[in-house]
T-cell receptor, first 112, second 118 residues
Framework: KQEVTQIPAALSVPEGENLVLNCSFT??????LQWFRQDPGKGLTSLLL?????REQTSGRLNASLDKSSGRSTLYIAASQPGDSATYLC???????????FGSGTRLLVRP | GAVVSQHPSWVICKSGTSVKIECRSL??????MFWYRQFPKQSLMLMAT?????????EQGVEKDKFLINHASLTLSTLTVTSAHPEDSSFYIC??????????????FGPGTRLTVL
């Protein structure tokens, strides 16, 4: 059974810092991995999607990497801003069923 | 981008009553819709997968008679929590997958519905 873990559970950094969020999964036979952002009491916004054959994806200040063999993914946020404060969730898709298995998230606070 | 709406955004009800939550894809046809539940400070847990015109597929441990799902059209799925109890209080989020000839990985998420059962 696939299990997705995110470390740390919470993170507080001053504005401007670069930071890394971690996601690990127990079954490396994934179809793809996706990073989401969730603001308090809101739905999810997709940030980056990495196919199993890819090693990284970039969008603006965000860079996500994937090491399928070791069961790990990282989300790198450059020059963090207070507006980046949110919960970041990673999710893996195992097969063509489109079901997503989510990690428990990292709550990020970027202090002005 | 594609928009998914949920109604209501929040609801408070008495124990024993039933609550219906709607999930609509506003500008696209959704082949499949998913229903998730999220408890405070926890991650999203998939409850069921809903395909238009067919019965929903429930995840292990989810009571299909308690959480009724109807997917009557390509733009609307409803989740009814029957005989709700305080332990059903949670944040319910739906997502929709766009119907396209080619495969697509994109799921669009609704804003969620906060259910509080007194």
């Amino acid at each position: 059974k696939q299990e997705v873990t995110q470390i740390p559970a919470a993170l507080s950094v001053p504005e401007g810092e670069n930071l890394v969020l971690n996601c690990s999964f127990t079954d490396s036979a994934i179809y793809n991995l996706q990073w989401f952002r969730q603001d308090p009491g809101k739905g999810l916004t997709s940030l980056l999607l990495i196919q199993s054959s890819q090693r990284e994806q970039t969008s603006g200040r965000l860079n996500a990497s994937l090491d399928k063999s070791s069961g790990r993914s990282t989300l790198y946020i450059a020059a963090s801003q207070p507006g980046d404060s949110a919960t970041y969730l990673c999710a893996v898709r195992m097969d063509s069923s489109y079901k997503l298995i989510f990690g428990s998230g990292t709550r990020l606070l970027v202090r002005p | 981008g594609a928009v998914v709406s949920q109604h209501p955004s929040w609801v408070i009800c008495k124990s024993g009553t039933s609550v219906k939550i709607e999930c609509r894809s506003l500008d696209f046809q959704a082949t499949t819709m998913f229903w998730y539940r999220q408890f405070p400070k926890q991650s999203l847990m998939l409850m069921a997968t809903s395909n238009e015109g067919s019965k929903a597929t429930y995840e292990q441990g989810v009571e299909k008679d308690k959480f009724l799902i109807n997917h009557a059209s390509l733009t609307l799925s409803t989740l009814t929590v029957t005989s709700a109890h305080p332990e059903d209080s949670s944040f319910y989020i739906c997502s929709a997958r766009i119907r396209r000839p080619s495969d697509t990985d994109t799921q669009y998420f609704g804003p969620g519905t906060r259910l509080t059962v007194l």
